[in-house]
């Protein structure tokens, strides 16, 4: 069974850093994408960034690249978002998530809340 388990959130003023994590087990994820996503309230889920687990090569959304960083430790299973001058508008419920590269299996954590103060 997978799970992917986040932690990390809180609250944080607004310049500030946050490190999430996203314990994954369950199976091995050498063919997949780690993601983050994130909701914030009466919007959709968007996505924020991606790691390959197979080569560490990553993506981001236009409105987080240069501030967050998506990376993998093999090691312990798990996926970090750096998030660093956070501002009011990156507030949300952060999600993991592991996406197989083929496109056939999607895992989602639980979600953690981060909230940026002004």
């Excluded at 986040?6 to 994408?33: I, P």
């Excluded at 993601?35 to 390959?52: H, L, N, T, Y």
């Excluded at 993506?59 to 093999?74: E, H, P």
Aim: net charge positive.
């Amino acid at each position: 069974q997978v799970q992917l388990v986040e932690s990390g959130g809180g609250l944080v003023q607004a310049g500030g850093s946050l490190r999430l994590s996203c314990a994954a087990s369950g199976r091995t994820f050498s063919d997949y994408f780690m993601g983050w996503s994130r909701q914030a309230p009466g919007k959709k889920r968007e996505f924020v960034g991606s790691v390959r687990w197979s080569d560490g090569s990553t993506d981001y959304a236009g409105s987080v690249k240069g501030r967050f960083t998506v990376s993998r430790d093999n090691a312990k299973n798990t996926v970090y978002l750096q998030m660093n001058d956070l501002k009011p508008e990156d507030t949300a419920v952060y999600y993991c998530s592991a996406r197989s590269v083929a496109g056939l299996y999607v895992y989602w954590g639980q979600g953690t809340q981060v909230t940026v103060s002004s």
